[in-house]
């Protein structure tokens, strides 16, 4: 018999059960954070009758899906077992879709009619095989010519020595059936002459004309620029290290430019007359943060003129500013009922009538809302990830922090959900690649995942993080030491503030990030207690090796970076002092060394070096090679056999 002063230890509340049961039964498995969202992607058709947006297939990524808001009928379209990676509409009833279907091709574009529900044509070819062991394609569609539905411009590559260039595409066209035939072209209705030069993009307008190209050749980039399509192609005096063309006007001699001026602390947006070469008055500007990766976002009106909506752009969390009254109006109204989160609109129809809205927080991944302005009703979708408890997930805070030389820098500081009482938990520095990129305010599943295990995670953006002020982006794009004391400042900032346990710091990162991760354990041999670097460089004399040897395809980045950074033969010392590879003996840390064999964008012997200068100095070290990835992960299994491979190593060194 039970003693009755023993049976209250026995007698556990609902609620008791409900978190004894959430404490045994741990954090979420690192599976949950590469699930493919049930929902991705929503848009809204022209029109406004059609949303579409993604749900995951049976393969590796996601059927189409289209919700009719007039007849409430929705359908999933399998696609005869294509994998949809992405879409675009093009117009009221279709879009472009672009697919997957392995082995049998690796990327195809073709377009799907929401009213027939089916493809409707082809826009790509795929030869037989390609590097990868797969069908490559030959072509990239650009744009859609609103003067004939059939017709597309197209970016045609060199395979074989085949022509190359802009052409305009007809979905009439057929491939010749006779035997031996090259059917790689077979589309090209009409070859679209540019000037000569290596091709690094072209911008369309809003009817689908190409007006711009941007050609490189005599060490210079150049932006090319007819007003119309029966014009000639002209030189802008524009900079390309200081101007960025951020949109076409409808008013064939404006285009919006981001410029840095000499004295400007950062660039500024300008509506630039072509005929004048004049800049005009700032349109907008911020002192902090750069326009030159804002976007304006507008669309096409059935009249065929466009209507800028709003100015968007990175601040320590992006940015919406409308431009067009009703689009505010709808800001305001979507705000007001969905408070405490970040509420951005990312489609709408020509009426302006109806948005889809994504509405973040850092917790969780944004969740789609179609929003009617007419009718003042919402319809939101499901949620994306119903795995995902945000309570549990960590909030991100912006953080600022000054570096050695008065510099103030930001980042990004994600706390566990849950640390006993009274402790610091384990720092994480989690350094973003590029390093021309940046980190966001945004829902991050590797942060999660780190944070869920107990670790703090720090994301700094080091100076030339894209986005900020001259001081920050511009100036120093290319100090690469600067950029590891950058990172370093910022740890020992946080250690400061007594936000992290000082004893208990690791750093991580992939591509620059990678070599961010073996420099702070190189050159900051008693801060860190190990380091995981993915697909780093670590020898930049050997990165320049590789772009040379890639610049028959490429000479622009390869010239670029001799600009830049210098050459290894002139500038030995610099080299040296810049590539963590000359200097593995002063390392203390543990290091795991993860890489993928077809990384095309660094060599994978970067990595095998830095194994065999850790062996020779007897680092303790791990690696990690896969044989069938990128810079990057294409295949979830891999991603996750990542992911769990560094949260057993940090557990084991952290």
């Known amino acids: 018999m039970i003693s009755p002063s023993l049976r209250p230890c026995f007698l556990f509340t609902a609620a008791a059960l409900a978190l004894l049961s959430s404490a045994l039964a741990g954090p979420p498995p690192a599976s949950d954070f590469i699930r493919r969202a049930e929902i991705n992607k929503a848009d809204i058709s022209e029109d406004g009758r059609y949303v579409s947006f993604l749900t995951p297939s049976r393969k590796d990524f996601y059927d189409l899906n289209i919700f009719d808001l007039e007849t409430k009928d929705s359908k999933k379209f399998e696609l005869g077992g294509d994998d949809v990676l992405q879409y675009e509409w093009i117009d009221a009833t279709r879009m472009i879709l672009t697919t997957r279907n392995r082995p049998n091709y690796w990327f195809r574009q073709q377009v799907f009619d929401v009213k027939q529900g089916k493809i409707t044509g082809n826009l790509t070819y795929?030869?037989?095989?390609?590097?990868?062991?797969?069908?490559?394609?030959?072509?990239?569609?650009?744009?859609?010519?609103?003067?004939?539905?059939?017709?597309?411009?197209?970016?045609?590559?060199?395979?074989?020595?085949?022509?190359?260039?802009?052409?305009?595409?007809?979905?009439?066209?057929?491939?010749?059936?006779?035997?031996?035939?090259?059917?790689?072209?077979?589309?090209?209705?009409?070859?679209?002459?540019?000037?000569?030069?290596?091709?690094?993009?072209?911008?369309?307008?809003?009817?689908?004309?190409?007006?711009?190209?941007?050609?490189?050749?005599?060490?210079?980039?150049?932006?090319?620029?007819?007003?119309?399509?029966?014009?000639?192609?002209?030189?802008?005096?524009?900079?390309?290290?200081?101007?960025?063309?951020?949109?076409?006007?409808?008013?064939?001699?404006?285009?919006?430019?981001?410029?840095?001026?000499?004295?400007?602390?950062?660039?500024?947006?300008?509506?630039?007359?072509?005929?004048?070469?004049?800049?005009?008055?700032?349109?907008?500007?911020?002192?902090?943060?750069?326009?030159?990766?804002?976007?304006?976002?507008?669309?096409?009106?059935?009249?065929?003129?466009?209507?800028?909506?709003?100015?968007?752009?990175?601040?320590?969390?992006?940015?919406?500013?409308?431009?067009?009254?009703?689009?505010?109006?709808?800001?305001?109204?979507?705000?007001?009922?969905?408070?405490?989160?970040?509420?951005?609109?990312?489609?709408?129809?020509?009426?302006?009538?109806?948005?889809?809205?994504?509405?973040?927080?850092?917790?969780?991944?944004?969740?789609?809302?179609?929003?009617?302005?007419?009718?003042?009703?919402?319809?939101?979708?499901?949620?994306?990830?119903?795995?995902?408890?945000?309570?549990?997930?960590?909030?991100?805070?912006?953080?600022?922090?000054?570096?050695?030389?008065?510099?103030?820098?930001?980042?990004?500081?994600?706390?566990?959900?849950?640390?006993?009482?009274?402790?610091?938990?384990?720092?994480?520095?989690?350094?973003?690649?590029?390093?021309?990129?940046?980190?966001?305010?945004?829902?991050?599943?590797?942060?999660?995942?780190?944070?869920?295990?107990?670790?703090?995670?720090?994301?700094?953006?080091?100076?030339?993080?894209?986005?900020?002020?001259?001081?920050?982006?511009?100036?120093?794009?290319?100090?690469?030491?600067?950029?590891?004391?950058?990172?370093?400042?910022?740890?020992?900032?946080?250690?400061?503030?007594?936000l992290v346990d000082e004893k208990r710091l690791a750093i991580f990162g992939a591509s620059f990030g990678g070599y961010l991760a073996v420099a702070g354990a190189v050159f900051e041999p008693d801060l860190y207690r190990c380091a995981v670097t993915f697909a780093g460089v670590f020898d930049w004399k050997q990165l320049i090796q590789q772009r040379k040897a890639d610049s028959a395809d490429d000479k622009f980045n390869y010239e670029y970076l001799l600009r830049k950074l210098g050459d290894p033969a002139t500038q030995t010392e610099r080299f040296d002092q810049n590539s963590p590879i000359n200097h593995v003996a002063a390392i203390k840390a543990p290091v795991f060394v993860i890489h993928g064999k077809v990384d095309n964008t660094v060599d994978y012997r970067q990595s095998t070096r830095l194994l065999s200068e850790l062996e020779a100095n007897k680092v303790p070290h791990e690696k990690l090679f896969f044989d069938t990835e990128v810079h990057g992960f294409i295949e979830r299994d891999n991603e996750q056999k990542f992911l769990e491979a560094v949260e057993r190593f940090l557990a084991k060194n952290l």
Not at 211 to 216: I, P, S, T
Not at 254 to 274: C, G, K, T, W
């Open 126 to 498: 795929t030869l037989d095989k390609g590097a990868f062991g797969h069908a490559d394609t030959v072509l990239t569609v650009i744009s859609s010519l609103r003067r004939d539905p059939n017709l597309f411009t197209a970016w045609f590559y060199d395979f074989d020595g085949d022509r190359s260039g802009l052409a305009i595409t007809s979905l009439q066209r057929r491939p010749n059936p006779a035997a031996g035939t090259n059917n790689s072209r077979y589309s090209v209705k009409q070859w679209i002459d540019i000037p000569k030069g290596e091709f690094h993009g072209a911008s369309a307008d809003k009817e689908g004309e190409i007006r711009v190209v941007m050609r490189y050749g005599d060490k210079e980039m150049k932006f090319h620029y007819r007003p119309r399509p029966t014009d000639a192609w002209q030189v802008l005096p524009l900079n390309f290290d200081n101007d960025t063309i951020l949109a076409l006007d409808d008013d064939p001699d404006f285009l919006y430019v981001a410029h840095y001026a000499f004295d400007s602390a950062s660039s500024q947006l300008h509506r630039y007359r072509i005929s004048t070469n004049d800049l005009g008055p700032v349109l907008f500007e911020d002192p902090v943060y750069s326009m030159s990766d804002a976007q304006l976002m507008s669309h096409r009106l059935p009249s065929g003129k466009s209507q800028v909506l709003a100015l968007e752009y990175e601040r320590d969390v992006p940015v919406q500013l409308p431009i067009d009254p009703a689009f505010a109006a709808a800001q305001k109204e979507i705000n007001a009922k969905l408070p405490g989160r970040l509420n951005l609109i990312t489609g709408c129809d020509h009426a302006l009538r109806r948005f889809v809205v994504a509405s973040h927080t850092s917790r969780e991944p944004a969740r789609f809302v179609i929003y009617d302005r007419a009718a003042g009703t919402f319809l939101p979708l499901p949620a994306p990830s119903p795995w995902i408890n945000p309570a549990e997930m960590s909030m991100m805070r912006p953080v600022k922090y000054p570096t050695r030389d008065g510099l103030m820098l930001e980042g990004y500081l994600s706390l566990p959900a849950k640390s006993p009482s009274g402790t610091k938990p384990p720092l994480v520095v989690f350094a973003h690649g590029g390093p021309w990129a940046r980190d966001s305010w945004e829902y991050n599943p590797t942060v999660q995942l780190l944070t869920s295990r107990g670790y703090a995670v720090f994301q700094p953006n080091y100076r030339g993080s894209t986005g900020y002020s001259r001081r920050v982006s511009k100036d120093d794009e290319f100090e690469f030491r600067k950029m590891h004391d950058d990172v370093t400042d910022g740890v020992k900032y946080l250690v400061a503030q007594g």
